[in-house]
């Protein structure tokens, strides 16, 4: 019962990591910057939320 637990936890965290590395991506393609910064950022947000974040 506790693996279900654990991993349930883990699932969450990674949903709000997405969630909020989503909307981070749309305020990072909307700061003035050049085409290839915000193309870059979007992209590193919504792939590796847990390590662009930070």
Do not use: C, H, K, Y
Request: hydrophobic share 65%; aromatic share 6%.
């Amino acid at each position: 019962m506790a693996d279900v637990q654990n991993l349930t936890l883990i699932g969450i965290v990674f949903v709000i990591a997405e969630l909020v590395g989503v909307m981070l991506a749309v305020r990072a393609v909307m700061q003035p910057r050049s085409s290839q910064g915000a193309i870059a950022w979007f992209i590193a947000l919504i792939s590796l939320p847990l390590v662009t974040i930070p």
